[in-house]
């Protein structure tokens, strides 16, 4: 094991994804990446599916990344880290190439939740079962944002998209969020973890032990949006830190030890298992996003406000149950 | 100024970028800019981790923007715990 | 030239064997008929340790390809195999395949698409991915279904030329039926690949290999807008000019080692030739001797087997068919809505500016794996010779073996 990140030490990195990459003004997708870089142990390489991040940074003749990187299509982000990672393992069978030199590489694959929870779910999965050894980190921004925040498995029930609308008879999305993450850990994944950008030194921390994890490790980063879930570009970090006060997006770990997931709550959810009192309701996480504007305005919907924190409330109850708490 | 782009036989081979996203500066996009208080400011780092751009660096030993790539989104400001950050109207 | 085995393999697995000699660094496959014999007999290649390749058995098509480019960006050699449904899966990552400049080599052992579901062969697969950037060889027999899984490497990976090259052979006639094939040594084979060479690129932070080595970093894949997609669409236009010229030398460093010589097109009794069928793959063969029974009644008639489709030899087909009366194409695809088959259009249009130029009608024939016997091919020569006796071609497109 490589020494504990600070914060203080994490400063002096520079970054490997530059300024000038041309995402919205407050986007929560470089922040993450940015982190999720900030924890490399070295020789890394990286491929990101189709997406915001993706065509924010490569507009030609341009590119913001520092470090080996490649876009091939959305779908597929999973699958095409399997044949980076095939391709290193060869090469250093042979004794053959640059990638011969590595005894660990870094392979991380970036994709959105669209990339993730719908389109790329069968390339992710067919990489989770073989194995391969890399990090998938989700940029959950909830909804297609790239092509004009269209709904997806990752948007939240009652939230406003584009092909979700908020009507006079449908109020918003009308499914649940998928569970991606006990799909992937289902699959037995060595390393699962879920992290906000609010929470930095908690990200770095998880995402140097995704790059330290033998085989697959999947990082699922809440991703606010201040385009798409309608709030001010100076708000990102704190719905962020909303998401996971609320208990709508809890921080946690999960292991494979012996077969069996072992859950670890993380600092500031543990914080909240132990003060209930402290978990805030959902309410507060829904009013600052336009999205969910239609909950409140031009009358308060009741029944659904109490739905969601009937929701939030029992996925929390299932985490501490699957923590031991 | 607008310079003459490469012909095709001029371009890097396999479509690879030949210019770094450093020479584009989006600097230009917001209205505001960070205004550091560096009195108040703790150095505890979070505003580095928490620009989209990566435009605060403390290099300097003490946050400083770079305003070349500054879009003005105002977290920097919205999350210092020292209220060490004012958002000020650029130029 | 270098000794050489003869060993009894049909189309498949003279696929799996070369590219076992091949040794690629990546091989990530799903298995589909009739390319199972290929996967199969290289896992247990794997499974024997008898090569040193990462062997993906994938989730589908589109990963394999998947994977296929994320290896070969990162500098390895990568190989697959497909038919059918399996390469319409791959559509998306064929253009991506191509456009980023990875020579992946992939066997097609065609089959037709689907809808009905039908396991056997015609092109209507590869010809589909006519347009798609890749090299196109389409084989006659397992002989040169080996050959061509050799000798594909140095062709994708030529310097002037960098890009995907695809194997086509006919599914069951071709890939489930044993022949006599010689095949070289594996250090002849070792020794003719060499190693992938890699063109140097001046990238956003400076010189590199093309591949992804984390100290020369390069970004590969960007967003590309009105103002360059074009120019970069160049690029594998005049890649594709360059493989032109390369594929004649190294087929002629190839028949040094092996003594089999391959060209872009076989011509066969066209000297005279006043009638000529033109097709691809294993038909051909059955194309020959039905030319050789003609002859021996006094018909001037040849055919010519087109062995590299994509790049299309224009001027060489010009040159060898511009004395012909009345060329015959045999197009196992349609191409729906169109005037003709694949084939078919282009060669019209290479002659449509040629001042001396010949009637040339369209055979649409084997769909489905509809069977082509001799007497079959020997119909359309005599619609060729009527063609010929009237001069003029009313019917331009016509269906062979189809029941009215
Ligand atoms: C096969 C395919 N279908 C559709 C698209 C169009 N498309 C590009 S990006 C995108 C949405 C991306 O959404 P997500 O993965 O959530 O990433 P985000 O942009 O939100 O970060 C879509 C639908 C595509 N590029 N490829
Ligand atoms: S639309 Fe949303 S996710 Fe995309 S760049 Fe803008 S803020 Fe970021
Ligand atoms: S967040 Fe505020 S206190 Fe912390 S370093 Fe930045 S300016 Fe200083
Ligand atoms: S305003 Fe936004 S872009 Fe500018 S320094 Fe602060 S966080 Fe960075
Ligand atoms: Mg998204």
């Not at chain 1, 095409?80 to 095939?86: F, L, V």
């Not at chain 3, 001799?374 to 189809?402: D, N, Q, S, T």
Request: charged letters at 25%; glycine letters at 8%.
């Amino acid at each position: 094991m490589s020494k504990a990140i600070t914060l203080k030490e994490a400063v002096k990195k520079p970054d490997l994804l530059a300024s000038g990459h041309r995402l919205c003004a407050g986007c929560a997708e470089p922040i993450i990446a940015r982190l999720v870089l900030k924890a490399s142990r070295g020789a890394i390489i990286a491929t990101t599916a189709t997406g915001c991040l993706e065509v924010a940074t490569t507009i030609f003749p341009y590119s913001a990344w520092r470090i080996p990187w490649i876009h091939t299509a959305f779908e597929n982000a999973a699958a095409t880290a399997s044949g980076i990672e095939a391709a290193w393992r060869a090469m250093r069978r042979k004794g053959r190439g640059p990638l011969a030199r590595y005894e660990t590489l870094d392979i991380v694959a970036f994709a959105g939740d669209g990339g993730t929870y719908d389109i790329g779910l069968q390339a992710l999965s067919g990489a989770l079962e073989r194995g391969h050894d890399f990090t998938y980190v989700l940029l959950d921004n909830e909804a297609y944002m790239n092509t004009g925040i269209q709904r997806s498995g990752g948007t939240p029930y009652c939230a406003w998209t584009t092909t979700s609308p908020a009507g006079t008879v449908i109020p918003g999305k009308r499914e649940w969020k998928k569970p991606i993450d006990e799909i992937v850990i289902a699959h037995e994944t060595p390393y699962v973890a879920t992290v906000s950008p609010a929470y930095p030194l908690d990200l770095m921390q998880k995402a140097a032990r995704a790059f330290e994890t033998e085989g697959p490790a999947f990082i699922h980063a809440i991703s606010p949006c201040c385009r798409g879930w309608r709030f001010p570009s100076n708000k990102t970090i704190e719905v962020a830190r909303l998401a996971v006060e609320t208990c709508f997006f809890p921080l946690y770990e999960c292991r494979v030890e012996d077969g069996r997931p072992i859950y670890k709550l993380s600092p500031p959810s543990l914080a909240i298992a132990k003060r209930p009192e402290r978990k805030k309701p959902v309410e507060e996480y829904l009013r600052i996003q336009g999205r969910f504007r239609h909950l409140f305005r031009p009358e308060r919907r009741e029944g659904l406000i109490e739905r969601i924190q009937r929701w939030v409330d029992r996925r929390w109850e299932m985490l501490l149950e699957k923590a031991d708490l | 100024m607008k310079e003459a782009k490469p012909g095709w036989r001029e371009l890097p081979f396999g479509a690879v970028p030949y210019k770094s996203s450093l020479e584009y500066h989006t600097g230009d996009w917001g209205v505001e800019r960070p205004e550091f208080d560096l009195e108040k400011c703790t150095r505890c780092t979070l505003c580095h981790f928490y620009c989209p751009e990566g435009a605060i660096s403390f290099d300097a030993g003490h946050p400083e923007v770079d305003l070349r790539y500054c879009k003005g989104c105002g977290i920097c400001a919205n999350e210092c715990p020292a209220g060490a950050i004012r958002m000020v109207r650029k130029g | 030239m270098s000794r050489q085995r003869l060993l009894g393999l049909n189309g498949d697995e003279a696929a799996a064997y070369a590219i076992k000699q091949v040794n690629p660094d990546v091989v990530a496959a799903y298995p589909i008929t009739p390319q199972t014999i290929i996967v199969e007999r290289f896992s247990e290649y794997v499974a024997d340790g008898l090569v040193d390749t990462e062997f993906i058995a994938v989730e589908s098509e589109h990963s394999a390809m998947s994977c296929c480019i994320g290896a070969a960006a990162a500098g390895a050699r990568a190989f697959t195999a497909t038919a059918a449904n399996g390469l319409a899966l791959m559509w998306e990552m064929l253009y991506i395949a191509a456009s980023l400049r990875l020579p992946i080599v992939m066997a097609v052992v065609n089959r037709a698409m689907s809808a009905p579901i039908n396991i056997h062969n015609d092109h209507s697969d590869s010809m589909g991915a006519r347009d798609s950037g890749w090299i196109q060889i389409y084989c006659e027999n397992s002989q040169e279904v080996y050959d061509a899984c050799i000798e594909a490497w140095r062709i994708g990976e030529h310097l002037d030329v960098q890009l995907p090259v695809m194997v086509c052979l006919d599914g069951f006639t071709l890939s489930h039926t044993m022949e006599n094939v010689l095949t070289l040594s594996d250090e002849a084979v070792r020794d003719f690949i060499g190693e992938r060479p890699y063109i140097k690129v001046e990238g956003h932070l400076g010189e590199a290999e093309f591949r992804l080595d984390p100290e020369k970093p390069l970004t590969m894949g960007p967003l590309d807008l009105y103002d360059f997609y074009f120019e970069h669409k160049m690029h594998q236009v005049e890649a594709m000019k360059e493989a032109l010229k390369a594929v004649p030398e190294i087929d002629e460093e190839y028949a040094e080692i092996s003594g089999r010589e391959y060209r872009l097109l076989h011509p066969y009794m066209m000297e005279d030739a006043e009638v000529a069928l033109i097709g691809l793959g294993s038909t051909m063969g059955t194309v020959r001797y039905v030319v050789d029974r003609m002859r021996k009644r006094g018909l001037k008639v040849g055919m010519v087997r087109m062995r590299v489709f994509r790049p299309f030899p224009t001027e060489e087909l010009q040159k060898l068919l511009k004395d012909v009366e009345v060329v015959g194409v045999l197009d196992k695809a349609m191409s729906f809505g169109a005037p003709g088959g694949p084939l078919y259009e282009e060669l019209r249009t290479i002659f449509y500016d040629v001042d001396e130029n010949p009637l040339i009608v369209d055979y649409i024939y084997g769909l489905g794996g509809r069977d082509t016997p001799p007497h079959l091919i020997e119909e359309a020569y005599e619609g060729l010779l009527e063609v010929k006796r009237r001069g003029e071609a009313v019917e331009k497109l016509r269906f062979l073996g189809v029941r009215m």
